[in-house]
């Protein structure tokens, strides 16, 4: 079973309005975290926010929100008053106090999300 | 502020040839990641290091040698690339392996292998 399901391979959002790209996890830890990345074009990826299993706030970083739902182990992120500039791809990942030594991210496939003007 | 970086940012090699890319974090992160970016396959675990002079296999490992003689500075090596070996290539740091560290990422590296 996949870990991280990203079910939109593309998004469209008309400039300044808002937008909730879909992920949901599977993990059997109790305390793991979830985390979304941007990719642009150019290729990087940025951290945008961070939803400890354990938080009972949904987080929040600027124009940014996590909906967190455990029970449904949903974590979408909200983008709010979109701009031309969060065209890139989107990807959700979970980190696992289960995953070994390692204790790397688990990856989603992406949203390609695209504002239009 | 540099964060992680990466080099190259791009290369071509031919199969065969051997290539050794360069992570360098400034952060004082002790855990380090290589994965490989594939289109429609997310990113994937190459190998990885949770401090200074370890180092250990991730999913994808084959093909691949690292070493972490520098708490700073992650290698990866190719001994004799292949062209499924062409794929973008990142390297990422966190702090710790604690569930609430996010990992910070290079810009990546994209290698070709004809």
Known sequence: AQKITQTQPGMFVQEKEAVTLDCTYDTSDQSYGLFWYKQPSSGEMIFLIYQGSYDEQNATEGRYSLNFQKARKSANLVISASQLGDSAMYFCAMRETSSGSARQLTFGSGTQLTVLP | ?114
């Open chain 2, 1 to 114: 502020n540099a964060g992680v970086t990466q080099t190259p940012k791009f290369r071509v090699l031919k199969t065969g040839q051997s290539m050794t890319l360069l992570c360098a974090q400034d952060m004082n992160h002790e855990y380090m990641y290589w994965y490989r970016q594939d289109p429609g396959m997310g990113l994937r675990l190459i190998h990885y290091s949770v401090g200074e002079g370890t180092t250990a296999k991730g999913e994808v490992p084959d093909g691949y040698n690292v070493s972490r003689l520098k708490k700073q500075n992650f290698l990866l090596g190719l001994e004799s690339a292949a062209p499924s070996q062409t794929s973008v290539y990142f390297c990422a740091s966190s702090l710790t392996g604690g569930s609430n560290q996010p990992q910070h990422f290079g810009d990546g590296t994209r290698l070709s292998i004809l």
